[in-house]
């Protein structure tokens, strides 16, 4: 069952792009948190939406705001995208898919490719944002624009 608006961010952990273990509970319900998935590493629109994150990523830390991606590649994989477009946000490795399940978050063009779906939780792991959009620059606006009222 998906996600709702008022629900707690679930409890997950992943090898992120560091290659350290990441743990949610280390973030979630201690500062507001964006968990933005997308369907995969150095694609046009998955770069577009990685790179407005990463332009207005301190933003989102003036707004004492984490910002987590998270995709099905693998570590290589968010290495090397989060080298090539200086990435400083945290990716996450979901390549068994828990997170995307456990989230709830459904497939796009006709369930054949992982959909691109941001989760904004406050400081208490409370869902305070869901948007679901094929584009990925207006994911950073309304994620922006959420934070600056909590």
Excluded at 39 to 56: G, H, L, N
């Amino acid at each position: 069952m998906a996600l709702q608006i008022g629900d707690r961010i679930p409890d997950f952990s992943a090898i992120d792009n560091n290659g350290d273990l990441f743990d949610s509970n280390e973030v979630v319900g201690k500062k507001p948190a964006v968990i933005y998935f997308y369907p995969k590493d150095d694609t046009r629109i998955c770069t577009e939406q990685a790179c407005s994150f990463r332009d207005q990523y301190e933003d989102f830390k003036a707004l004492g705001a984490e910002v987590i991606g998270v995709s099905g590649d693998s570590l290589k994989s968010h290495i090397a995208f989060a080298n090539k477009y200086n990435l400083p946000f945290i990716l996450l490795s979901d390549g068994d898919k828990k997170i995307r399940k456990a989230f709830g978050v459904p497939n796009d063009y006709l369930g054949l490719i992982p959909g691109r779906a941001t989760y904004v939780a406050d400081k208490k792991g409370f869902i305070q944002l869901i948007f679901d959009s094929t584009s990925g620059k207006i994911h950073i606006d309304k994620a922006l624009e959420i934070l600056k009222t909590m």
